[in-house]
């Protein structure tokens, strides 16, 4: 009974590098979420996918960052060009349906470090 | 907007008493709310959601909440803490039907249980 997989826990980039973070779901779910973790901060939104679709970006900056979750494989959060203040723990959740009351189960996060 | 205040950084509570946990929202329509606790360099785990109901929601691993709604409050409890719950306690508020899955989080309350 698997739950929210992240991979990598641990990243390390160099300013103007990529850093691509990947989330599977937990068996049968088929909503995902991202979060992002500042030191010492609660949780921000960022995106919400379903199946090939982004359903809610409003969270994300509007340069640099994009996510995906394909019809097959895991869900990517994609930062190109970090810079030093993206250094967080980007967190993933999933719910099995779209209501509003559904249960949010995350992931132990990817923590991203830029140098 | 809808927003989230834990007034508390951080509670201390000797082993074998009583442990509240403050949470008020601000929201224009019904809440539904909801509490996370995180252990170090881990993901969140879900403790308990009130959707509609009964105002006293029990949850994991003997904690409870209970809505109030004249207060606008939703205050985590437990009767007896253990050296255990030492971690980081999340409130959470969706505002249906335009909150989407979004999830609103405080800041956090650290919790303290001495043995």
């Known amino acids: 009974n698997a739950g929210v997989m992240q991979n990598p826990r641990h990243l390390v980039r160099r300013r103007g590098q990529e850093a691509r973070l990947r989330c599977s779901p937990m068996k049968g779910h088929s909503h995902v979420y991202w979060y992002r973790q500042l030191p010492e901060e609660g949780l921000k939104f960022m995106v919400y996918?379903?199946?090939?679709?982004?359903?809610?970006e409003s969270g994300m900056p509007k340069e640099r960052f994009s996510a995906e979750f394909p019809k097959e494989g895991p869900s990517i959060l994609r930062i190109q060009q970090v810079v030093r203040g993206d250094s967080a723990a980007y967190f993933c959740?999933?719910?099995?349906?779209?209501?509003?009351?559904?249960?949010?189960?995350f992931g132990p996060g990817t923590r991203l470090l830029v140098l | 907007a809808q927003s989230v205040a834990q007034p508390e950084d951080q509670v201390n509570v000797a082993e074998g008493n009583p442990l509240t946990v403050k949470c008020t929202y601000s929201v224009s329509g019904n809440p539904y709310l909801f509490w996370y606790v995180q252990y170090p360099n881990r993901g969140l785990q879900f403790l308990l959601k009130y959707i509609t109901g009964d105002n006293l929601v029990k949850g994991s691993y003997g904690f409870e909440a209970e809505f109030n709604k004249s207060q606008t409050s939703f205050h985590l409890k437990k009767p007896s803490a253990l050296v255990s719950d030492s971690a980081l306690y999340f409130c959470a508020v969706i505002e249906p039907p335009g909150g989407y899955n979004k999830l609103i989080f405080g800041a956090g309350t650290r919790l303290a249980v001495h043995p």
């Open positions: 959740a999933s719910s099995l349906d779209r209501g509003v009351e559904e249960t949010q189960y």
């Open positions: 996918l379903q199946k090939e679709n982004i359903i809610d």
